[in-house]
């Protein structure tokens, strides 16, 4: 089977409903949308509108839920045009990753830009970062100076979003010194170090087990460590009080 998402237009049904919604208005998903489906984190309720990427002067644009409805820019409350040049062929129903990024820039703040770059550059276990070496390098050369900046906060050892907002939220401090991804023994890796004995877990919303957390702590604690755990929701709307407990955690070990 296929579908048709606009005139002229045929799409293999299983695409993501972000996908199909983007080619029928005209384009294909872009900025924090392509982010998104490119598996980069986002900041949360950045997914209420759909970010679409769609050539300069592109016209007879469509409706995201309506192929027959003609709409002029703006009057689609749901979704967000980019109107740009791509500089890299579109990855299929998605704009590439350069492409993403450097729409990106605009859309989000600047810590969540950051956190999106570190994802972009992290290394798997096994393969290789999905923003290759070259594709970065071109990343590098597009981003305007005023953004250059930004390159210096990027750490590919972050873990998560939520490392990343950790570790900026206390540069922004001065609080430190600040070791991602510790090992104390070279087989238990914490997301973060600060000083020489404050352990700082982020707690994320994926593969999170009290149990075995207990059983971790209780080991880094037997090594003189002191552990602090946070949870996602207070790194991401509370990183300021977090930010407080773990400096004034840090002035009493």
Known sequence: MIERPRNSWFVDPNL???AKHAIRVGGVLGCV???DAWGLPVPPGAGQRLHVAVAP????LRHD???TWEVKAGEDPEV???WSALLRPAAGWRTALV???LQLLDCVPEEWFVAALDAALRRPREGEPILSHDDYESFTGLLPRRKQRLLRLVDPLAGSCLETL???GLERRAI???ALQFSPDGRRFVDLLVGERLIVEADGEAFHDPAQDAVRDAFFRSLGYVVLRFTYDEIVFHLDEVVDRIADALSRV
């Not at 002067?57 to 007879?60: E, I, L, N, P, T």
């Open 16 to 18: 993501p409903w972000q």
């Open 33 to 35: 949308s392509a982010a």
């Open 57 to 60: 002067g592109a016209s007879h």
């Open 65 to 67: 839920r309506d192929r």
């Open 80 to 82: 967000e045009l980019h």
């Open 99 to 101: 492409d993403t990024l």
């Open 166 to 168: 950790l570790r900026l």
């Open 176 to 178: 430190g010194p600040l």
